[in-house]
């Protein structure tokens, strides 16, 4: 990614990367700190005085930290690892990297972390971070664990993915079998969908030994890497699990592993934060959720309306901030900016894409005029809307909720009605899709959904012909 803000249109895709910021450099060149001052505080700030808490204490800290995708959670997280590493060894996993994001069951999750922390044990102990390996008891006792499995997946004619445990490791000891096993297993939580019926149950049947197991081996990962600097002060293992909130990943998957199993993650002795949608938040059974209620955190969209639909300047600036630091305002014609800015409805990813779409469109012109113009943004906020146009019908996710339940609670939440807030399946689906945005205290419709709920007639216009929370 570009460091420097981008002063050609040729240059804007460069620095508006729909990334998170992940190095010093990029969040010394582009995180604004002002985003945390309007939309409720730093979360991030939280997040750490918990950790440092749980440090000292001897307890397991365990968080969440919610919000739409696009607004910013995974560039927090790394503020966060930088803000604790003299405490914490982060170890980071993504559904979507390690897992099958559609088809994955709560204890591919428990048994990834499991093969994360000795492979990230074993790559400390190597570089001097880490006092000692995982004892041989606890590797044979893993080892015995899955040798059960192998049976199964023999007699059920699965393919021998985890059975030739330790292909092109020499096995010169149980330590290099279990990392070859481990090595093997990772096509299993790629590839969720091949997996027999009888290995998920047999995993099932055993959840509680497995857990019991993989605490143990926590046990020892901590204990090595804690001893390993300064006596009994070194570093603790911290699990961040991300991208949960990503399309394809079912409310069914979640529910199941963060409120059906959650006694998986509340039993673990282990440091662990997840990035999780807003929408679970609403769910029904959230008490249930395996974090306590001060450790779930949401960042929030910034508002780019107040409740009343006035302008909310505030929110716009941040916005308006965080854009100018990637790109010289010159680059837009009067308004443009102004436009893009409202129509992304404060969400940093929808900024991003849109400005990007206008800056090509600008540059396909090949006009004499290097910026981007009033065309440019109208083209780009059309192309958004169809987006969320079509992620408002009906999709495999939530078959049973059809397009006019949808319309009718959008159309109470924009008329003000607290009732519309009440958690059901069909708000947990339009916060999913992002058609409705959650701030501090109230919600609210994305700018772009109620510019397609007033094409449909459901939300009038002025007379002026301007939409109240739209994008004109």
């Known amino acids: 990614m570009q460091t420097t803000r981008a002063t050609s249109l040729d240059e804007i895709y460069l620095t508006l990367k729909p990334k998170p910021l992940e190095t010093q450099e990029e969040i010394d060149a582009f995180y604004i700190e002002t985003l945390n001052k309007v939309r409720g505080g730093d979360k991030i700030g939280r997040l750490k005085l918990g950790l440092e808490r749980a440090y000292k204490q001897r307890i397991f800290f365990k968080g969440c930290l919610m919000g739409h995708p696009g607004v910013g959670k995974s560039t927090e997280l790394t503020r966060l690892i930088k803000e604790v590493e003299n405490q ?120 509680n030994d497995l857990i019991d197991m993989a605490n143990r081996l926590l046990d020892e990962c901590n ?97 308006r901030e965080v854009l100018m630091a990637r790109v010289d305002p010159d680059l837009f014609e009067q308004n443009a900016m102004e436009r893009i800015i409202v129509a992304s409805g404060g969400n940093l990813r929808d900024l991003f894409s849109m400005t990007n779409y206008a800056a090509d469109t600008a540059i396909l012109r090949k006009s004499d005029n290097s910026k ?48 519309a807030y009440i958690p059901n399946q069909v708000l947990y689906t339009l916060l999913n899709c992002r058609a409705v945005q959650e701030f501090d205290g109230w919600f609210s419709i994305h700018p772009l959904v109620v510019d397609l709920l007033n094409a449909q007639g459901r939300i009038p216009g002025t007379s002026q012909g301007g939409i109240p929370g739209g994008t004109s």
């Open 223 to 319: 204990q090595s890497l804690r001893e390993a600097n300064n006596g009994n002060n070194g570093r603790d293992w911290l699990f961040i699990g991300e991208d949960f909130d990503k399309a394809g990943i079912t409310a069914r998957s979640l529910t199941s592993l963060f409120i059906e199993k959650a006694n998986i993650f509340s039993e673990l002795k282990t440091h662990l934060i997840f990035n999780l949608p807003i929408s679970i938040y609403t769910d029904s059974n959230a008490g249930q959720l395996p974090f306590s209620h001060e450790n779930r955190l949401m960042i929030p969209d910034m508002p780019v309306f107040k409740e009343n639909y006035e302008p909310n300047d505030k929110g716009r600036g941040a916005i």
């Open 372 to 419: 981007i113009n009033d065309e440019d943004v109208t083209i780009a906020i059309a192309n958004m809307r169809t987006e969320y146009e079509r992620s408002l019908g009906a999709n495999a996710y939530d078959k049973e909720i059809v397009y006019e339940d949808k319309a009718k609670l959008m159309k109470r939440i924009y008329d003000g009605e607290k009732e």
């Open 88 to 207: 914490f060894s982060v170890i980071r996993f993504s559904v979507i990297t390690n897992l099958d994001p559609s088809n994955f069951n709560p204890l591919d999750v428990l048994l990834l972390m499991m093969v994360e922390v000795t492979e990230n044990t074993k790559m400390a102990f190597e570089k001097g971070e880490a006092r000692k390996k995982p004892s041989e008891k606890i590797l044979q006792e893993i080892w015995d664990w899955f040798s059960t499995e192998k049976k199964i997946r023999i007699s059920t004619g699965e393919s021998a993915i985890a059975v030739n445990a330790g292909a092109g490791v020499k096995e010169d000891s149980l330590w290099n079998k279990v990392l070859g096993l481990f090595a093997s297993l990772r096509g299993d939580f790629k590839y969720a969908y091949t997996q027999k019926k009888e290995i998920i149950e047999y995993r099932l049947a055993r959840t």
